[in-house]
């Protein structure tokens, strides 16, 4: 069974420019979540998907990030503009019921110059 | 607040040199604790899943115990491949969907 997968494994991108990463969920999973890691912290949420809603954003940063999910399969996320903070690691992660575990996908390196 | 922190923050055993990784956390109300393995440039792999005082699971050299306030894992008899940061999340019961990671533990294995 295929794991979750990101694109791209990394990005390098000037300050306010564009960014868009895609999540693939494990197939089946109806829970898909985004979580990012900044220098030197700790893994923070960002937001959960079921479906094609989202239940939970509290965790995005602020209207610059714009996280899809149409038709409830990928997802994508999207910064724009970019700015030097949004540097870090961004990993999606997706579980088969709410509260389950969560499968992690490789991440996406996305480094803001 | 929900607060996860893990210590050491980084460890070097020597092949054999059992040890064991901690996991405080302060939660409203535990519903479930996760331990993952991170190996460099790889996104986090689920190892355990606890969810009350007292439980204890076991894999192989990995065992992770919980009680009210922490959570260990314990790794006995370690082997160079067994060098990687572990990682602890937590998630509440009013929002189980969110995990709470801690800053993890980075283990290194020396033959």
């Known amino acids: 069974e295929a794991g979750v997968t990101q694109f791209p494994s990394h990005s390098v991108i000037e300050k306010g420019q564009t960014v868009t990463l895609r999540c693939d969920p494990i197939s089946g999973h109806d829970n898909l979540y985004w979580y990012r890691r900044v220098m030197g912290k700790e893994i923070k949420f960002l937001l959960h998907f079921v479906k094609e809603s989202k239940q939970d954003e509290s965790g995005m940063p602020n209207n610059r990030f714009l996280a899809e999910r149409t038709g409830g399969t990928y997802s994508t996320l999207k910064v724009q503009p970019a700015e030097l903070e949004d540097s870090g690691v961004y990993f999606c992660?997706?579980?088969?019921?709410?509260?389950?575990?969560?499968?992690f996908g490789p991440g996406t390196r996305l480094l803001v110059l | 607040e929900d607060q996860v922190t893990q210590s050491p923050e980084a460890l070097r055993l020597q092949e054999g040199e059992s040890s064991s990784l901690n996991c405080s956390y302060t939660v409203s109300g535990l519903r479930g604790l996760f331990w993952y393995r991170q190996d460099p440039g790889k996104g986090p792999e689920f190892l355990f899943t606890l969810y009350s005082a007292g439980e204890e699971k076991e894999k192989e050299r990995l065992k992770a115990t919980l009680t009210k306030k922490e959570s260990f894992l314990h790794i006995t008899a370690p082997k160079p491949e067994d060098s990687a940061t572990y990682l602890c999340a937590v998630q509440a019961m009013d929002n189980f969907n969110k995990f709470y990671f801690g800053s993890g533990t980075k283990l290194n294995v020396k033959p």
């Open positions: 992660a997706s579980g088969g019921r709410p509260g389950e575990t969560q499968y």
